[in-house]
């Protein structure tokens, strides 16, 4: 069965580069960034792993830890680290799925025989802390992802949750976003949005971004 939004992410237990990772108990209280790349020491992979490594900061400022797969062994992985270190100028400071025996690739169907038999393609699992998955993206081994964009939607699906709000396309922390629209109480709706908004539509109400201090958490 495929996953879908709003799933409870598949619990597994497989190795990594970090020992034995049992993924709810490994994930705790935190959001989840779970991504798989086709294979160890490939030009694309080791640049997005650089790039993960030096967003440590702005993955821990939301709560999200990462954790990269490929059907590669622990062994191998240990190696290409050394490798993504020196190259990319970074440390790498997550772990990587050492998923040989395909068990995490199949249980989130990471796996595009079309595109390739073997190997996994880029898929990306965004998961919130009561394990729901929230985003999903896949993108084709040959195109490297975003990883700033990732971490926009991330910043979106917190702010959503915070406050009933959704976030317009392009949007960027600290740009205006929209009221969802079943939020027609307009008591609620000045407690919420003390600043006002702007009913462009009845359907489209902008409101300044709610969350005050985006760089000062
Ligand atoms: C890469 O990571 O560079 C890559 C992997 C498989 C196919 C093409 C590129």
């Known amino acids: 069965m495929s996953i879908r939004l709003g799933d409870t992410a598949p619990d597994f237990e497989q190795d990594s580069s970090e020992g034995r990772i049992r993924f709810h108990e490994w994930l705790g209280d935190s959001w989840g960034i779970l991504f798989s790349h086709p294979a160890d020491f490939t030009p694309v ?7 993960t490594a030096k967003l440590k900061d702005e993955f821990a400022k939301r709560n999200v830890k990462a954790i990269a797969l490929s059907v590669d062994d622990v062994e191998s992985h240990k190696e290409w680290i050394k490798d993504i270190n020196e190259t990319q100028g970074c440390s790498v400071n997550f772990p990587i799925l050492a998923d040989g025996d395909r068990k995490v690739s199949e249980l989130y169907d990471m796996i595009h025989p079309n595109a390739d038999n073997s190997m996994t393609v880029r898929s ?16 084709p081994a040959s195109t490297g992802r ?33 009221i969802v629209p079943s939020l027609q109480d307009e008591e609620e709706i000045k407690q919420r949005f003390p600043q006002g908004y702007k009913a462009v ?9 709610p969350k005050a201090n985006w760089s000062g958490e």
């Open 45 to 51: 992979c080791t640049t997005e792993l650089g790039l």
């Open 124 to 139: 990306l699992f965004v998961i919130d802390p009561n394990k729901k998955v929230r985003l999903m993206i896949t993108y």
């Open 146 to 178: 975003n990883f700033n964009e990732v971490l926009r939607v991330v910043d979106s699906l917190q702010l959503t949750d915070e406050h009933k709000v959704a976030t317009p396309g392009n949007w960027e922390a600290g740009s205006d976003v929209v």
């Open 201 to 209: 539509r009845p359907y489209l109400r902008m409101t300044p971004d």
